[in-house]
């Protein structure tokens, strides 16, 4: 999948999420925590090298203003790697992805369904392991960003249900690395 697909599902997420009705108080030093799990869908020259995986992301948001948060994310994604036509090893493979990033997002809506949008950067180990061998193991800092939309909706005023949907690219790697994410999960206000 293109960038400018991902770009346009993420606004279309965006715009889903904008209707609404009764407050979710975001305040200004308010601080929430929320945790995320779902897929990660592979794009570029990384869809030729592994399937769809699986993680999570964590992450506090502290509101400096109403509708502005700053904060930091931290997650897990690990991919199946897929063997490449000719190879005569069948080695079994797996990427592992640690994104570790300051964020920044934007919320729209007063409702019972609030959209946000942003971006983290920062650091992702990115960690190529081969199963069949339990030395084999590569690994190393990269530089990732990761353009993000994501709803809340509203069970009460210190609780929330979670969608969110990502991009994370990952520079420097061997080869293009990045991946859309959707998932789901619970915000709470601390």
Not at 51 to 69: N, P, Q, S
Not at 102 to 125: P, Q
Request: with cysteine; net charge positive; hydrophobic share 40%.
């Amino acid at each position: 999948m293109s960038m400018k697909k991902n770009i346009t599902l993420c606004l279309l997420a965006l715009i889903i999420f904008v209707t609404g009705s009764p407050s979710f108080a975001q305040q200004k030093n308010q601080t929430f925590l929320s945790l995320n799990v779902g897929a990660g869908f592979p794009t570029g020259n990384f869809k030729q090298n592994s399937k769809t995986g699986f993680g999570g992301l964590a992450d506090a948001r502290y509101f400096v203003a109403k509708r502005l948060a700053l904060g930091g994310t931290i997650g897990y994604f690990s991919f199946k790697g897929i063997p490449q036509t000719g190879d005569p090893t069948d080695l079994d493979f797996r990427y592992n992805f640690i994104p570790i990033m300051g964020n920044v997002s934007y919320y729209l809506g007063d409702g019972r369904f609030i959209a946000g949008f942003g971006t983290g950067i920062g650091f992702c180990r990115f960690d190529t392991k081969i199963l069949n061998y339990e030395s084999i193991s590569t690994a190393g800092f990269k530089s990732c960003v990761m353009p993000h939309v994501h709803g809340l909706i509203l069970i009460n005023q210190k609780f929330s249900i979670s969608l969110m949907t990502s991009y994370i690219a990952v520079f420097g790697a061997q080869v293009d690395v990045g991946f859309f994410t959707a998932m789901g999960g619970v915000t709470f206000k601390l």
